[in-house]
């Protein structure tokens, strides 16, 4: 092998495509001019079984009948076994001849040249696409080998052949360097041509979708580009620029581009055609053949049987799919549907293209060059009438868009006349409505005025019925009361009276939240205050628990309640607490709400019963609990409302809670109770912001 790598300083290399078989003809480099086609004196045998050697055909020549191929463009069609090619060749010339070895198209997977030196050994190049690009034997797309001739020489060659399911197409030919310079020049004309073409109509309209956003154009350009990478594949370009490395990568894309365009074309003839609704059945057929294109697309990742089979299947598929688009088009001309005439005229060039191709890739008409492009044509040529068809759709939706900007125009202009007659009377029956408006303001003013008054009047009364703060502090100087409604009268009250009814001296105070705030809240408020006034000081009775049991009796008579259906929850919550100074002994009872207890830096909290003064419907009457609490000297005690915890505020617009209450009261416990008062009143305007306030706010807070 290293002595006829000397060969290749006389020539520099080029890329060729074509396909091989077994020739006996004298050959001499005076005796043609460009190539010598050597086809029909070749000679081929099929190796199903792909265990045939070189050393096996040299040492047992008569075990292999060679046929001879009688063609100068053999196609061997869709195959996956080994072929094995026979050449004589007899130079007649003087002096040493170099040439170069076209033999099959470019998608074929492996090419060997076995051919002797003057001593009659066998030398072996390698070739295919198998092969990285730079380990080929002649860097070029198509599959060529350079071929020294000795002078006055017979020699016998020999060629191996495979492709993994793929068309074996042999257009054996011996190039001399300049011819096959030559031919590689005019083929860049014709394929620079032809892709520069693709690039073209893809720009164009790649503006056009984006300019119109019409689907159709989309779809119209991906099949556009996946017709370029396919020929692109075929003429042997993505394995020499694309995919180098990757050979394996390279072979999957030529089923991978041909389901591509496949479905793309399909896509853009659903949308042009608008098969949805004009042609619903072939709607159908197009959506299978999509499926079917996808599952073969799939199936291109594969190895083995499977993908030796969806060459020809891709092949059946164009041809039927192609077919079937020509039949909508004249079923949707027959329908009256808006075709352009381009459509259907590309469709058939594409058609004749792909049953030229595919009948030379089955051996039902001789195969050449001209059949072996003859996809190339049609795709070409139907590329140009659709692009015919797709820029009279770009007109006709520009004429559409303009009809419709214009009919718009006229209907805004109707409109705006509309709108004036209309603006005028408007004008009329609002100034009429204004005035009309500004009587019922000032009605509204002058009794909204009356209502205000009246509040505050009751806001009066409520606040003389509440107890003075100063008897509070009386039995203990260092207490408060902090007092917020949210409107001008209060559904929260507070209650506090001593009791010395048999030799006791008890202090009892509550915390009550009835229903609702404001009005409503405040006339409950003064039911429950005249309530506590009667069971404290006319019946004398000081146990919380038995407190709140009279409370809600008296509550359920006044609200008239029966625990049924439909009717009304009214009730309070409330916090209870009787205090005896002397024996240094609490009671407290709830209803809902709890008490706070602070001693030795912790806070105690003893919970209220967990119903309502009131009954509910399905609720039942049960015993308020009493809790006897000792107490030291210097522990905090709070009762309270839910409106202080349930607060809305702060960077995060959250409720307050009563675990940041229990922080903000234990963190103050060292501070007098009128301080601790300030404290809390500013932490909750701070807290509470630009909010509004959500509810009534009661704390009492009282040092032993």
């Given at each position: 092998?290293k002595?006829?790598?000397?060969?290749?300083?006389f020539?520099?290399?080029?890329?060729?495509?074509?396909?091989?078989?077994?020739?006996?003809?004298?050959?001499?480099?005076?005796?043609?001019?460009?190539?010598?086609?050597?086809?029909?004196?070749?000679?081929?045998?099929?190796?199903?079984?792909?265990?045939?050697?070189?050393?096996?055909?040299?040492?047992?020549?008569?075990?292999?009948?060679?046929?001879?191929?009688?063609?100068?463009?053999?196609?061997?069609?869709?195959?996956?076994?080994?072929?094995?090619?026979?050449i004589?060749?007899?130079?007649?010339?003087?002096?040493?001849?170099?040439?170069?070895?076209?033999?099959?198209?470019?998608?074929t997977?492996?090419?060997?040249?076995?051919?002797?030196?003057?001593?009659?050994?066998?030398?072996?190049?390698?070739?295919?696409?198998?092969?990285?690009?730079?380990?080929?034997?002649?860097?070029?797309?198509?599959?060529?080998?350079?071929?020294?001739?000795?002078?006055?020489?017979?020699?016998?060659?020999?060629?191996?052949?495979?492709?993994?399911?793929?068309?074996?197409?042999?257009p054996?030919?011996?190039?001399?360097?300049?011819?096959?310079?030559l031919?590689?020049?005019?083929?860049?004309?014709?394929?620079?041509?032809?892709?520069?073409?693709?690039?073209?109509?893809?720009?164009?309209?790649?503006?056009?979708?984006?300019?119109?956003?019409?689907?159709?154009?989309l779809?119209?350009?991906?099949?556009v580009?996946?017709?370029?990478?396919?020929?692109?594949?075929?003429?042997?370009?993505?394995?020499?620029?694309?995919?180098?490395?990757?050979?394996?990568?390279?072979?999957?894309?030529?089923?991978?581009?041909?389901?591509?365009?496949?479905?793309?074309?399909?896509?853009?003839?659903?949308?042009?055609?608008?098969?949805?609704?004009?042609?619903?059945?072939?709607?159908?057929?197009?959506n299978?053949?999509?499926?079917?294109?996808?599952?073969?697309?799939?199936v291109?990742?594969?190895?083995?049987?499977?993908?030796?089979?969806?060459?020809?299947?891709?092949?059946?598929?164009?041809?039927?799919?192609?077919?079937?688009v020509?039949?909508?088009?004249?079923?949707?001309?027959?329908k009256?549907?808006?075709?352009?005439?381009?459509?259907?005229?590309?469709?058939?060039?594409?058609?004749?293209?792909?049953?030229?191709?595919?009948?030379?890739?089955?051996?039902?008409?001789?195969?050449?060059?001209?059949?072996?492009?003859?996809?190339?044509?049609?795709?070409?040529?139907?590329?140009?009438?659709?692009?015919?068809?797709?820029?009279?759709?770009?007109?006709?939706?520009?004429?559409?868009?303009?009809?419709?900007?214009?009919?718009?125009?006229?209907?805004?202009?109707?409109?705006?006349?509309?709108?004036?007659?209309?603006?005028?009377?408007?004008?009329?029956?609002?100034?009429?409505r204004?005035?009309?408006?500004?009587?019922?303001k000032?009605?509204?003013?002058?009794?909204?005025?009356?209502?205000?008054?009246?509040i505050?009047?009751?806001?009066?009364?409520?606040?003389?019925?509440?107890?003075?703060?100063?008897?509070?502090?009386?039995?203990?100087?260092?207490?408060?009361?902090?007092?917020?409604?949210?409107?001008?009268?209060?559904?929260?009250?507070?209650?506090?009276?001593?009791?010395?009814?048999?030799?006791?001296?008890?202090?009892?105070?509550?915390?009550?939240?009835?229903?609702?705030?404001?009005?409503?809240?405040?006339?409950?408020?003064?039911?429950?205050?005249?309530f506590?006034?009667?069971?404290?000081?006319?019946?004398n009775?000081?146990?919380?628990?038995?407190?709140?049991e009279?409370?809600?009796?008296?509550?359920?008579?006044?609200?008239?309640?029966?625990?049924?259906?439909?009717?009304?929850?009214?009730?309070?919550?409330?916090?209870?607490?009787?205090?005896?100074?002397?024996?240094?002994?609490?009671?407290?009872?709830?209803?809902?709400?709890?008490?706070?207890?602070?001693?030795?830096?912790?806070?105690?909290?003893i919970?209220?019963?967990?119903?309502?003064?009131g009954?509910?419907?399905?609720?039942?009457?049960n015993?308020?609990?009493?809790?006897?609490?000792?107490?030291?000297?210097?522990?905090?005690v709070?009762?309270?409302?839910?409106?202080?915890?349930?607060?809305?505020?702060?960077?995060?617009?959250?409720?307050?809670?009563?675990?940041?209450?229990?922080?903000?009261?234990?963190?103050?416990?060292?501070?007098?109770?009128?301080?601790?008062?300030?404290?809390?009143?500013?932490?909750?305007?701070?807290?509470?912001?630009?909010?509004?306030?959500?509810?009534?706010?009661?704390?009492?807070?009282?040092?032993?």
């Amino acid at each position: 092998m290293k002595k006829l790598l000397l060969f290749a300083l006389f020539f520099i290399p080029f890329s060729i495509q074509a396909s091989i078989n077994l020739v006996y003809i004298p050959v001499d480099g005076g005796n043609f001019k460009e190539n010598l086609s050597l086809g029909k004196n070749a000679s081929v045998f099929e190796d199903k079984n792909r265990t045939i050697t070189i050393d096996s055909l040299l040492l047992f020549p008569d075990n292999y009948q060679f046929k001879n191929t009688n063609s100068d463009n053999l196609n061997i069609g869709f195959t996956s076994s080994n072929y094995w090619l026979k050449i004589n060749l007899k130079s007649s010339s003087d002096f040493p001849e170099y040439f170069f070895l076209e033999t099959a198209k470019p998608v074929t997977n492996l090419a060997e040249l076995y051919f002797p030196d003057k001593q009659g050994n066998y030398w072996m190049k390698v070739s295919g696409d198998d092969r990285n690009f730079d380990k080929k034997d002649v860097l070029h797309r198509s599959t060529l080998f350079s071929l020294p001739l000795y002078p006055n020489n017979e020699a016998t060659i020999y060629i191996k052949l495979f492709t993994d399911g793929e068309v074996l197409s042999l257009p054996l030919k011996l190039w001399k360097p300049e011819g096959l310079r030559l031919k590689d020049y005019h083929e860049q004309y014709i394929f620079g041509f032809f892709y520069g073409v693709l690039f073209f109509v893809v720009l164009i309209f790649m503006f056009f979708y984006f300019a119109l956003k019409e689907n159709s154009f989309l779809y119209y350009v991906l099949f556009v580009i996946s017709v370029g990478l396919l020929q692109f594949s075929l003429d042997g370009y993505t394995m020499q620029f694309i995919t180098p490395y990757s050979p394996w990568l390279g072979h999957r894309l030529v089923p991978l581009t041909a389901c591509l365009s496949l479905i793309f074309v399909l896509l853009h003839a659903k949308v042009y055609l608008d098969t949805k609704h004009n042609l619903p059945v072939f709607n159908k057929i197009f959506n299978g053949f999509i499926l079917v294109a996808l599952i073969i697309a799939s199936v291109s990742f594969t190895r083995g049987f499977l993908y030796t089979m969806i060459f020809p299947v891709i092949n059946v598929i164009v041809l039927f799919s192609n077919l079937t688009v020509i039949a909508a088009v004249v079923l949707a001309l027959k329908k009256k549907v808006k075709v352009n005439l381009f459509y259907l005229t590309a469709f058939v060039f594409l058609m004749l293209g792909a049953i030229t191709f595919i009948s030379g890739n089955v051996n039902l008409i001789e195969n050449n060059h001209y059949i072996e492009n003859a996809l190339k044509f049609g795709s070409g040529i139907q590329v140009i009438f659709l692009s015919f068809a797709m820029a009279g759709r770009y007109r006709s939706l520009q004429m559409e868009k303009e009809n419709a900007q214009a009919a718009t125009l006229e209907k805004l202009e109707e409109m705006n006349k509309l709108k004036d007659s209309v603006n005028i009377e408007l004008e009329k029956q609002v100034k009429e409505r204004t005035f009309e408006i500004n009587q019922q303001k000032e009605e509204i003013e002058n009794k909204n005025k009356d209502i205000t008054d009246s509040i505050n009047y009751a806001k009066r009364i409520q606040k003389a019925i509440l107890p003075e703060e100063s008897k509070l502090k009386a039995y203990f100087a260092d207490s408060f009361i902090l007092f917020k409604p949210k409107d001008i009268v209060s559904g929260d009250f507070y209650w506090f009276n001593s009791c010395n009814h048999l030799d006791q001296q008890k202090f009892i105070v509550a915390a009550a939240d009835c229903t609702g705030h404001g009005v409503p809240g405040a006339f409950l408020s003064m039911i429950g205050n005249s309530f506590l006034n009667q069971i404290v000081n006319e019946k004398n009775i000081s146990v919380p628990s038995e407190i709140l049991e009279h409370l809600r009796k008296g509550i359920i008579y006044a609200l008239k309640q029966k625990g049924e259906q439909g009717e009304n929850k009214d009730g309070m919550d409330i916090a209870l607490i009787s205090i005896d100074t002397k024996k240094m002994i609490l009671n407290f009872s709830g209803a809902q709400n709890p008490l706070y207890l602070i001693r030795n830096n912790l806070v105690e909290q003893i919970k209220g019963d967990k119903f309502p003064i009131g009954v509910y419907p399905g609720s039942e009457l049960n015993a308020f609990t009493n809790n006897e609490i000792g107490l030291q000297k210097g522990d905090l005690v709070y009762i309270f409302t839910d409106g202080y915890a349930d607060q809305f505020g702060g960077p995060k617009g959250k409720k307050f809670k009563y675990k940041q209450l229990q922080e903000l009261l234990l963190s103050m416990q060292d501070k007098a109770m009128e301080e601790q008062k300030e404290l809390l009143d500013n932490t909750f305007e701070m807290y509470r912001g630009e909010l509004n306030q959500v509810d009534d706010i009661l704390i009492i807070g009282i040092r032993i």
